[in-house]
């Protein structure tokens, strides 16, 4: 009587467990396959959540198979050995990332309905989470895959610099998709933008270099800004914000 009300605890438990990491990875996994490029930052976390996922699923089985036979309960057991480590370390790494993605938000402008987004505005490990060398590289070619600017180069190509300034873009499309307001170009259109003499001197003077970097070229833009990493950032903090308060 004892070992069936110890499993049917067993029970709850592992569905609670799967409930959970479906709830905060699974249905995070889902908003973020929209922007699929974003999975590439969460690989590490999605592995670990899927195991837990399966492992769970697994020893909440086995308890409803037929909870006294001991084929069942060794197979309990050994699925547990590995899925307490697997649950503790999903746990750190999930209350580590909500941690890191509290700070930071855009620069408002005085003229423009967009923000501005800066590297510094972030937490230093946020940072090193979504800039280094080998997520970036991967995470830059697929904004060029995915076409990242296409509403600016395709849908908003004709708009006047009047309307462009009172258009609400994403983090993506301000930080990767146009030059740092604080270059002090002059519009052409949405994704060109002329370069004067004056604004180079203003720009060297306060040494930007995502000024440096921008291009016309539909190519390149500026996806090797460090805007463009500030506005992934944005994205980033906020879909897994959103993420944890449907969670919890």
């Not at 909440?60 to 480590?85: D, F, K, M, Q, V």
């Not at 610099?161 to 002090?184: Q, R």
Request: proline share 3%; net charge positive.
């Amino acid at each position: 009587m004892a070992l069936g009300v110890i499993n049917k605890y067993y029970t709850c438990i592992g569905g609670i467990i799967f409930l959970f990491t479906f709830l905060t990875t699974g249905v995070g996994t889902i908003f973020i396959g929209k922007s699929n490029c974003f999975l590439i930052l969460e690989t590490p976390l999605v592995a670990i959540a899927l195991t837990v996922m399966v492992l769970s699923l697994a020893i909440t089985i086995c308890n409803c198979i037929n909870s006294r036979e001991p084929r069942y309960l060794l197979w309990g057991a050994c699925i547990w050995c590995l899925l307490i480590p697997l649950v503790i370390t999903y746990s750190i790494m999930s209350i580590y990332q909500a941690a890191i993605t509290i700070k930071g938000k855009g620069i408002e402008l005085p003229d423009r309905a967009y923000d501005e987004y800066h590297l510094n505005a972030y937490s230093k490990n946020l940072r090193k989470l979504v800039t280094n060398s080998h997520n970036w590289g991967k995470f830059h070619k697929c904004l060029i895959r995915i076409n990242a600017c296409k509403r600016l180069t395709h849908d908003k190509a004709n708009d006047t610099f009047m309307e462009f300034a009172t258009k609400e873009l994403s983090p993506i499309e301000s930080g990767c998709c146009k030059p740092s307001y604080f270059c002090n170009f002059t519009y052409v259109t949405p994704t060109n933008w002329s370069v004067t003499n004056w604004s180079v001197t203003f720009n060297e003077s306060h040494e930007n270099s995502d000024c440096q970097l921008w291009s016309n070229d539909p190519e390149t833009l500026c996806y090797k800004c460090e805007s463009c990493k500030a506005g992934t950032l944005q994205v980033f903090k906020v879909k897994w914000t959103n993420i944890y308060k449907i969670s919890l």
